[in-house]
């Protein structure tokens, strides 16, 4: 065994690091959501650890060896090249080795762990008035240390270059424990200097020749570093080695100044090859990118995210002059005019050129527009992984680049390519730099797609070699595309290459299979044949998945938008930073349930209801994900699954039956206040919550003296004295029915006053909610068809039936469809179906409003559901109207989340996630100022979460209550 001086102990049992192997992860949840990345490929790994410092690092590689380990270093898991798995032992340093050590702002440097992220180092930069200049899409997830490893580069290369081009020096554990400082010049190092001057003494033509024709030729190892026209820049030449050579411990990396003001020309041209032609065109001082996209792609956002998406785009559907692609030329300068005439300049300039014409083309200073506009562009990576017609599309020839005056001809004979095959793709990239990013229809599922995919890829490595390109522009060979080097470089490079790995690693522990003694193009690729081997028969229609579970989980490609603290998914990843409580992470376990290797027991694992348990269901993923991975249907499925032989948790059954059971007790005339008053009673409500399998950190619900519809029935239908409107449908949502029968009740004179005839549906009326949350499908299937059977005659298509619960709008008007697909009244009922601000919104230009201005601010806490499914837009003409000036919680759900805050094991963290915004906010609050909160999970995390504080007497308001407090008498 090999140690490291300093570190590390030998335990009892003999054992060396027993500290490590403490913190190794080595259980079967854990490694099923590290087996993939953003790539195609897969590999279960022996352990994952976190280290925590540099002596962790060397301790953990220490027991690699000991234990005959290989080792992957992974930071944010967002490499379309598969260089951020493997089978021995993962690093993942993102969740905890990741600070920003010092900003020189003199020097214009910064000094960084390696998983700390691109937004993160570029927001510490920020004050100083300086950037990190790589940012690819993925800027709010990766990490620096990635970024450097796969050499990723971002829309900004054309002026910032990539990341090898902003090292100034690497600190670097080699395999064998050695700590190394790499920088220009050499490394601290005399033995290792003198090893890599031979190398590159040895092959000063080839690598002249050979290596960096062009600046997105990244494949293989940047050796021309090495030479002396450059400065024997050894952290250079490690930069894009893919975790081969050795471990980033901390990085010294290059800042530039933030412009001082920018524009956006968005250019659209008749076709992509066209808009490929013309980017060289581009390059010119003060345009900072030059980015392409292929006409499918707005296809594919409208599809995915409705059809005004994209319509900020020039040249768009419907456009006289349709656009088939586009470039991006954002242009900077010390002043917003001298940005803005750049931008004015490239339009002018292509509007009327004789032979690189635009049909369209736009120009943007606002940063609200640009930030717009920038989406549809960084929304591709995950986009494009779904067709406009639903059909799936993968990486893998993924980042191919040419010279950018071949990018045309390239991409023209790409196509070619394609079409032979029988494939297609829409291309998207850095087209100013020559660099494509494009997914491919592969049919990855099958013996013979796997065949054609072979094909396709050694003959698209043929291609790029015959226009002068590389395999990688950035991000890295990887498993995709290191087999096919042979096909760019000679074998005297590829000894150049074999020779710098041994010199590095001579026992070939690091990421093996990747550059050097590659694996298979076609090795254990994850969407293979064999990945249905346990695939059940789902109970919701997954109709944009052809009813398939599998494909419905193969959406997430891995892009890891679910790791961002921007928006407001994934709500327990952003509180744990555990990549196993992403959305990705589950996705990636149950693609592990249905290939039925790691869990054999299938749907009865533990370890994959363990993995899905802090998924709130707010269904931030369906809408945030760039492919609307859906993780709250696929629990929910799970979990229809799991408890078919097992005894469902008794929360399942006192939280999921709760509209029943409230409703029993209504029916017992002043049963609700003898139960209210004996809760009360703290010993018998703490008993009350734990025979109902409810965390008794928690308080027990209070019901509505009457329910709401009893209420309604005795007082008759009201008839407003204005002109009626017509009819509307006051739906009694089990909540409003039930527990705030108040607020049903504000809704009823609102509506009512605004001239409509108001009806209230008697009898059991649900939409399921509580049974789908808890997977009791069946039941909610039944719950469904019972309530469309008591509406049948209210489902005309048009009369709206106001839904006052967002999670319950979501339910009738999304999952109903999708339970009961061959019921057609569920269509019917899901077109009906509106909020009461959308009712409201209707009305607030008419002469004779009969709500008073408010002038009050107000805080919105916009339930989840609502944020993802419905939209909020109602709600906020409302409030503008009544003179509220509304703010709005960013970060999404209340924590609550339903029946998920009740149960037992949840409470710290649903306690957690209010306090990331809501509940500080609401203590920062005047006291003029109103809560909004439509959703009555928000309205009861707001109460128990200023419990026992000064602003103990706040509550959330409905936006019935608000409407009803401005009603004139």
Excluded at 275 to 287: D, E, I, M, N
Excluded at 718 to 745: C, K
Aim: with cysteine.
């Amino acid at each position: 065994m090999t140690t490291v001086a300093g570190t590390g102990s030998r335990g009892p049992s003999g054992t060396a690091y027993p500290h490590i192997v403490e913190q190794l992860r080595t259980d079967r949840g854990t490694l099923g959501g590290y087996v993939s990345d953003a790539s195609i490929f897969r590999r279960i790994p022996e352990a994952v650890f976190e280290p925590r410092s540099l002596d962790e690092v060397r301790d953990a590689l220490a027991l690699a060896r000991e234990r005959g380990w290989p080792v992957t270093v992974r930071g944010g898991g967002t490499s379309v090249a598969g260089n951020a798995i493997g089978e021995g032992l993962v690093i993942d340093t993102s969740r905890h080795f990741n600070q920003v050590l010092a900003i020189d702002a003199e020097a214009r440097t910064a000094r960084v762990q390696p998983g700390v992220l691109c937004d993160a180092l570029r927001a510490a930069a920020a004050p100083h008035g300086l950037t990190y200049g790589p940012d690819p899409s993925t800027h709010s997830r990766c990490t620096v240390g990635g970024m450097i490893a796969n050499n990723a580069c971002g829309s900004h290369s054309l002026a910032w270059g990539t990341a090898a081009a902003n090292v100034v020096e690497l600190t670097v554990l080699r395999a064998d424990g050695a700590l190394v400082t790499l920088g220009k010049g050499g490394t601290s190092d005399p033995d290792l200097d003198a090893e890599l001057l031979r190398l590159r003494d040895d092959n000063l033509a080839l690598l002249r020749t050979g290596l960096s024709r062009f600046p997105r030729q990244v494949s293989g190892y940047g050796l021309h570093h090495l030479l002396p026209e450059h400065g024997f820049d050894t952290a250079k030449a490690f930069a894009g080695s893919e975790g081969t050579l050795g471990i980033i411990v901390e990085a010294v990396v290059r800042l530039v100044p933030v412009p001082g003001a920018k524009a956006l020309a968005v250019l659209a041209f008749p076709e992509v090859f066209d808009a490929a032609a013309a980017a060289p065109l581009s390059r010119r001082p003060g345009v900072t990118t030059s980015e392409g996209m292929g006409g499918d792609l707005l296809d594919t956002l409208r599809t995915s995210q409705g059809p005004a998406a994209g319509d900020l785009l020039p040249g768009g559907a419907g456009d006289p002059r349709p656009a088939g692609g586009w470039l991006y030329c954002e242009t900077t300068g010390e002043t917003a005019e001298e940005a803005r005439a750049r931008a004015e300049e490239l339009r002018a300039e292509f509007s009327s050129h004789p032979e690189h014409r635009t049909v369209d083309a736009v120009v943007v200073d606002d940063p609200d527009e640009m930030r717009q506009l920038w989406r549809i562009r960084e929304a591709a990576a995950g986009l494009v992984t779904r067709l406009p017609d639903g059909g799936a599309a993968w990486p893998s020839w993924e980042d191919s680049a040419v010279p950018p005056e071949r990018l045309a001809d390239y991409l023209r004979d790409l196509y070619r390519l394609l079409d032979e095959h029988g494939l297609r793709g829409i291309p998207f990239g850095h087209f100013g730099e020559g660099c494509v990013h494009i997914r491919i229809s592969f049919d990855l599922g099958s013996d013979a797609g796997l065949r054609t995919f072979r094909s396709f890829m050694e003959e698209a490595a043929e291609t790029v070699a015959r226009h002068g390109g590389s395999l990688s522009g950035e991000h890295g060979d990887g498993r995709a595309r290191s087999e096919l080097l042979p096909r760019m470089y000679s074998p005297a490079m590829l000894r150049a290459f074999a020779h710098v790995k041994s010199i590095f690693d001579p026992s070939g522990t690091l990421n093996p299979g990747v550059l050097v003694d590659p694996d298979p193009v076609d090795r254990g690729i994850r969407p293979a044949p064999g990945q249905r081997h346990r695939e059940f028969v789902p109970l919701h229609a997954l109709s944009r998945d052809r009813g398939s579970v599998v494909d419905a989980v193969n959406r997430c490609v891995g892009v890891g938008l679910c790791r961002s603290d921007d928006g407001a998914m994934c709500p327990s990843f952003q509180i744990t930073r555990d990549e196993v409580h992403s959305t990705r992470g589950r996705a990636r376990i149950l693609s592990e349930l249905f290939r039925g290797e790691l869990y054999p027991e299938g749907t009865g694992s533990e370890e994959v209801k363990d993995a899905l348990d802090l998924c709130l269901s707010c269904r931030a993923c369906a809408s945030e994900c760039p492919v609307n991975v859906d993780m709250a249907t696929y629990k929910a499925e799970f979990l229809h699954q799991h408890h078919k032989t097992r005894r469902r948790p008794m929360a399942h059954y006192s939280m999921g039956w709760l509209p029943l059971t409230s409703r029993l007790l209504h029916a017992v005339p002043g049963a609700a206040r003898l139960v209210n008053a004996a809760l009360a009673i703290k010993p018998v409500e703490k008993a009350v919550l734990k025979l109902g399998g409810v965390d008794p950190s928690r308080s027990m619900v209070r019901f509505s003296r009457r329910s709401f519809q009893s209420r309604a029935k005795s007082t008759g239908r009201q008839r407003s004295e204005r002109p009626s409107r017509g009819r509307v449908v006051l739906w009694p949502d089990s909540f409003t029915n039930h527990l705030d029968s108040d607020i049903a009740a504000a809704a009823h004179a609102v509506l009512s006053a605004l001239g409509y005839e108001v009806v209230v549906p008697g009898g059991f009326v649900c939409c399921g909610l509580t049974w789908h949350s808890t997977g009791q499908l069946t039941m909610a299937q039944r719950v469904i068809g019972r309530t469309l059977g008591v509406l049948e005659h209210h489902l005309d298509g048009t009369t709206p039936v106001v839904v006052l619960e967002p999670s319950c709008a979501a339910m009738l008007a999304d999952e109903a469809p999708e339970l009961l697909p061959a019921d057609p009244r569920t269509a019917r009922l899901a077109a009906q179906v509106v909020t009461l601000g959308d009712v409201v919104a209707q009305h607030t230009d008419d002469p004779d409003w009969p709500f008073a201005e408010l002038e009050i601010p107000a805080l919105s806490q916009v339930h989840c559901h609502e944020r993802s499914r419905r939209g909020h837009g109602g709600t906020e003409a409302v409030l503008a109207r009544l003179g509220v000036a509304e703010a709005q919680v960013e970060t999404g759900c209340c924590g609550l989340a339903g029946n998920w805050g009740f149960e037992p094991g949840h409470a710290d963290l649903s306690r957690e996630l209010g306090e990331r915004e809501l509940l500080p906010r609401i203590r920062e609050l005047d006291g003029a100022a109103a809560v909004l909160a439509d959703g009555y999970s928000c309205r009861t995390q707001i109460r128990e979460g200023l419990a026992g504080s000064e602003h103990e007497g706040r509550q959330g308001l409905h936006l019935a209550q608000l409407l009803r407090r401005a009603l004139r008498t």
